[in-house]
Structure formats: C-alpha cells, structure tokens
C-alpha cells in the first residue's frame, strides 16, 4: 500500500488515494477486537454492546471525517467537464486549472494536464514568467485547449473586453 501511495500515486495530491487504506485499518481493528474479545472475562452481551458502541462510533467519526471530500464544488467541475465533452474533440487534449482535481477529466472524457506543473499540479506559480512557461511546454506537448475553473480562481473580475481581461487579485490566505 505504500509502494502505490508514493509510487503510483505520486503528484496526485487529491484526498481519495488514501481511501485503500480504509479496508486495512479495518483489518487490524478487526484482529485487534477479537485479541481483546479472547482475553476478556466478560460476559457476552457485554461483549455485544462495547461491539455496538465501538461501530457507532466508528459510523460518526466517518461522517464527519469524509463529510468534507463531497464538497459542493464537484458540481461546478462536473459540469466543466461534460461541457468540454460537448465543446471539445475527442482527441483533444486539455490543460485544466483546477487546483489539481482530476474530476473535469473524468467527466470530459478527454486526456490532458492540471495547470501548473509538469502536467501534475504542483501548487501556485511563482510568477508569471513560470505561467507562460508551463503553458507553452504543455502547447508544445499537444495541448489544444486551455480551461479555468472559478473554482480555483482567487480573483475578482474587473472589467473585460475583447483586447483584455482585468481581475482584481483576493487576499491570499496565511
């Protein structure tokens, strides 16, 4: 399992890639229960209960944990991502800017690379000279198209017109 964390999944920084770990943490609380049960002098309806007790914990605990990972924003990328399946080819190839979330991927059916990195994400751009280097080694690898989801955006929209696009820059945070 760590061979495919930091082999297999390398660069990809999204939460579910840790979700095989579940079922073998599973198996370990499972054996550890059972040691627990073998040794103790307890009655069994006791048993049954700390059983009870132990997986409803277990059930809140993962409410609240996974809660976050269905964010509402994974609607707005699935949307993207039909649209560009309707908008694009289905040899195109696709750089998103989307904070490095593969679902736009998915849903467009399409190949491509997360803006900005060498295809992975890799966090913000330094400067805008690192911008339009990534864009252009990307071009030059056969990108076709180039998307920006408001979701990742951390600007405000000034003004726009047909020569030029003007965004005022949020506070970014600590």
């Known amino acids: 399992m760590l061979l495919f964390i930091f082999v297999a ?78 908008a694009t080819t289905a040899n195109a190839l696709i750089i998103a800017a989307t904070n490095g979330d593969p679902t736009v991927f998915y849903y467009a059916h399409r190949r491509g690379w997360h803006f900005l990195g060498d295809g992975v994400y890799d966090g913000n751009p330094r400067d805008s000279a690192q911008i339009v280097a990534n864009l252009e080694k990307l071009r030059s690898r056969g990108a076709t198209h180039l998307v920006f989801y408001a979701g990742a955006n951390t600007a405000t929209l000034v003004e726009q017109t047909r020569e030029f696009t003007i965004y005022r820059l949020n506070v970014a945070p600590p």
């Open 9 to 86: 999944g390398y660069g990809n920084r999204h939460q579910w890639y840790q979700l095989p770990l579940v079922p073998i943490a599973a198996v370990f609380a499972g054996c550890a229960c059972a040691w627990i049960a073998a040794r103790a002098q307890l009655p069994r309806a006791l048993l049954g209960l700390g059983a009870i007790l132990l997986m409803l914990s277990f059930v809140i605990s993962s409410y609240f944990c996974v809660q976050p990972l269905y964010r509402p924003a994974a609607a707005g990328l699935r949307d993207l991502g039909l649209e560009l399946n309707e």
